[in-house]
């Protein structure tokens, strides 16, 4: 594979690579939030965390895979497309699973307002790094990128705490 083709493809790992861990964060966090919110016992909340984990991760692996390798007209079994699509699909997988246990890891140990609090706090700080590293990779600027990734994964969690009282 010639060196331009190379530079061209690290985009499409580098993006799912974010998605995946941000997707990963912000969403397990929300409905986690949510759920513990609703009163549910902690086993439940892990048997449940667990199943939206891998269910999602692979949705979304799925769903990057089919996206990347449709992008631009490769549906003529273009082998090295297909071959970067399916590595792109991939790092969405193993980064959302990653990602999302790394949230859930605290209901394993605890439930109720002590598990929300570390699951947030664990989101907190893991959607900092990604800000910090996004930026980074991108050559943008930190604290905004760190500011916004926070923000949104914030929203999430109160969107999911919202609910999960409301309906619980």
Same mark, same amino acid.
């Given at each position: 594979?010639?060196q ?27 409905f ?20 939206l984990i891998?269910?999602?991760?692979? !949705?979304?692996? &799925?769903?990057? @895979? /089919?996206?990347?390798? #449709? ?5 003529? *079994?273009?082998?090295?497309? $297909?071959?970067?699509?399916?590595k ?5 997988f ?12 605290p209901?394993?140990f ?12 664990? !989101?907190?700080? &893991?959607?900092? @790094? /990604?800000?910090w590293? #996004?930026?980074?990779?991108t050559?943008? *600027?930190?604290?905004?990128? $760190? ?13 999911g ?8």
């Open positions: 594979m010639e331009h083709t190379k530079q061209r493809m690290l985009p499409i790992y580098v993006r799912n690579l974010i998605f995946g861990v941000e997707d990963g964060l912000v969403s397990t966090v929300g986690l939030a949510g759920v513990a919110a609703g009163g549910v016992d902690r086993s439940y909340l892990v048997l449940s965390g667990t199943v891998v269910v999602e991760a692979f !949705s979304m692996g &799925a769903g990057s @895979f /089919l996206s990347e390798s #449709s992008s631009d007209g490769s549906e003529d *079994r273009n082998q090295p497309h $297909i071959s970067q699509s399916v792109g699909g991939l790092i969405m193993v980064s959302y699973v990653l990602a999302g246990f790394w949230v859930l890891a209901y394993f605890t439930g109720g307002a002590t598990g929300i609090f570390f699951s947030i706090f664990l !989101s907190i700080i &893991a959607l900092f @790094f /990604l800000g590293a #996004s930026a980074t990779l050559g943008t *600027r930190r604290v905004r990128r $760190i500011i916004r990734m926070i923000t949104v994964g914030g929203f999430a969690v109160l969107i705490v919202t609910v999960g009282i409301l309906v619980g």
